[in-house]
């Protein structure tokens, strides 16, 4: 027994420093990647600010330092900051003072177009000495879409299932809701795709601001004989909203996209993406 644990001990120990190890190697790669061949410093990539919209519910910033730690992980060196729109610090304007005359790519944490990414953020970001460029929304994003799916499955949605289960099967969108329509035309995209990955019928419905509701777009679905129908929580994190929308599911409901892997990795695709491009004053739709 105690030969077992010994065994174990070791093995754990080992698993440690190989996790240490690679954190200096990345590290060090990242160190090494500022220097040119000449030996000259090379400067510094602008930094990462990834802007959340704010929420009084504390599970939502709780999700969102997770998120960026998962981005800091995954980019080793590169600065990565956080600034809100409303009711959480730091405000955006607070974090883009804090880099003085620096660079910075403004990552929206938001799945749409509308009023925030259009007004809000740039007109934040031109009031500041900072050298910026906003980056478009995540949405819509195959990316997306892989979230959104292992979310589902998470709640109960078979990955397999017969025909005659199809055929009455369908999911609700649920998102928060605009009266900007290129919020709509976004979303109604990433429904698109959700249901092409899926093979059933996806309605985007919004918790405020915009038509359908959950309730109309369940009615719908079950007026079309689809009466196994999911709400997919297209939300970035826990808040009312998500509560409220799940709260109106007559099967599952999928937790929000939270801390999903493939939301760092498209925050970080959304910033590579706005450096290769043209800087602009308005972000365009981008899907890839």
């Known amino acids: ?99 003085g005359s620096g660079d910075a790519v403004l990552v929206p944490l938001l799945l749409s177009r509308g009023y925030h990414v259009k007004r809000d953020i740039p007109e934040m970001a031109a009031a500041t000495r900072a050298r910026t460029r906003v980056a478009a929304p995540l949405g819509p994003h195959p990316l997306l879409v892989e979230a959104l799916h292992e979310r589902l499955v998470e709640a109960g949605w078979r990955t397999r299932m017969d025909e005659a289960t199809r055929r009455t099967s369908a999911v609700v969108l649920a998102a928060a809701g605009s009266r900007d329509p290129d919020a709509a035309v976004d979303t109604g995209r990433t429904a698109h795709l959700l249901a092409e990955r899926l093979g059933v019928p996806v309605i985007p419905a919004y918790a405020s601001a915009a038509k359908p509701t959950i309730e109309t777009a369940v009615r719908a679905l079950a007026a079309r004989g689809r009466h196994r129908v999911a709400v997919a929580s297209y939300f970035t994190a826990p808040g009312l909203f998500s509560t409220q929308c799940a709260d109106k ?40």
């Open 1 to 99: 027994m105690r030969k077992s644990e010994d065994l174990r001990d070791v093995s754990t120990t080992l698993d440690s420093t190989a996790h240490i190890m690679n954190r200096i190697s990345s590290q060090l790669a990242t160190q090494l990647g500022l220097v040119s061949l000449d030996g000259r410093r090379r400067p510094e990539p602008p930094a990462l600010v990834v802007v959340a919209h704010g929420s009084r519910d504390p599970r939502t910033l709780s999700t969102v330092h997770t998120l960026l730690d998962l981005v800091r992980e995954l980019r080793p060196g590169l600065r990565v900051h956080l600034g809100h729109i409303e009711l959480n610090a730091p405000l955006l304007p607070d974090t883009l003072a804090s880099l």
């Open 249 to 288: 599911a007559p099967w599952i409901a999928s937790a929000p996209l939270g801390t999903h892997p493939a939301l760092a990795r498209l925050l970080l695709h959304r910033y590579d993406q706005s450096l290769a491009a043209p800087a602009m004053t308005e972000p365009a739709l981008a899907s890839a």
